[in-house]
């Protein structure tokens, strides 16, 4: 058991450690903030919702589509992006920690890094994205921003 706890307090002061632990203080008011949004969507603005269908909101209230939008857009823009902020914060405070000096330009360097991974080539022109990477790709976006660190 002594061994365990050694173990654990060497891996918490290891770098690594350091720079995902700054990555998710950085992270999670952007995500508190979408996943604010996306609860008041489905509680409050949907009609399914248990306050909407108790107090009869998508009746009384007129414009309920419009913030109904506007949460879910808040929704995108925050955890819908996720991947993203991970690289930037993690390729970012990798710098940060490892050279002792702040380079914002090493965030925007994880950042298109994890944005060329995400990358969906379409016809016609249009740019699309991997919309499993970008939602669900923080872990991804972590890794391509530690490496690019």
Not at 25 to 31: A, G, S
Not at 97 to 105: A, D, G, H, L
Request: overall charge positive; glycine content about 10%.
């Amino acid at each position: 058991m002594n061994r365990l706890l050694m173990l654990t307090a060497s891996a918490y002061r290891s770098k690594a450690v350091q720079v995902m632990q700054q990555t998710f203080q950085l992270l999670f008011p952007v995500i508190l903030l979408g996943s604010s949004a996306e609860v008041l969507k489905f509680v409050f603005l949907t009609a399914s919702g248990y306050v909407a269908t108790i107090f009869n909101v998508t009746h009384w209230l007129a414009f309920d589509r419009e913030l109904s939008v506007l949460m879910g857009t808040i929704y995108h823009c925050t955890l819908g992006m996720a991947g993203l902020y991970g690289a930037y914060g993690v390729s970012y405070f990798t710098v940060k920690v490892y050279r002792r000096q702040s380079s914002p330009s090493a965030g925007l360097i994880g950042l298109l890094a994890f944005l060329m991974i995400a990358f969906q080539p379409r016809g016609g022109g249009r740019i699309a994205f991997n919309p499993s990477l970008m939602t669900e790709g923080l872990l991804v976006g972590m890794l391509v921003g530690y490496v690019c660190g």
